[in-house]
């Protein structure tokens, strides 16, 4: 898999996630809920778009 990340703010970061399998959006939205614990921050991630809906690539926006 291939991570891409872009500076949205302060607080703020996408993150594009491209995979050649179909079904992770649940699983990276998880391990990036459990970095936050693991850093002591919260965390708001918002799925933007998914690869099981016809895109190139799962993206997330994480706010902390």
């Known amino acids: 898999p291939d991570f891409f990340v872009k ?3 302060e607080k703020c970061v996408e993150i594009k996630y491209y995979s050649e399998r179909n079904g ?4 990276m939205m998880g391990l990036i809920s459990g ?7 919260e965390t708001k991630t918002t ?3 998914k690869k099981e809906d016809g895109n190139d690539c799962d993206t997330f926006n994480i706010e902390w």
């Open 7 to 9: 500076d949205l703010g």
């Open 47 to 49: 799925i933007i778009s």
């Open 35 to 41: 970095l936050g614990k693991m850093f002591k921050m």
């Open 24 to 27: 992770f959006t649940h699983f």
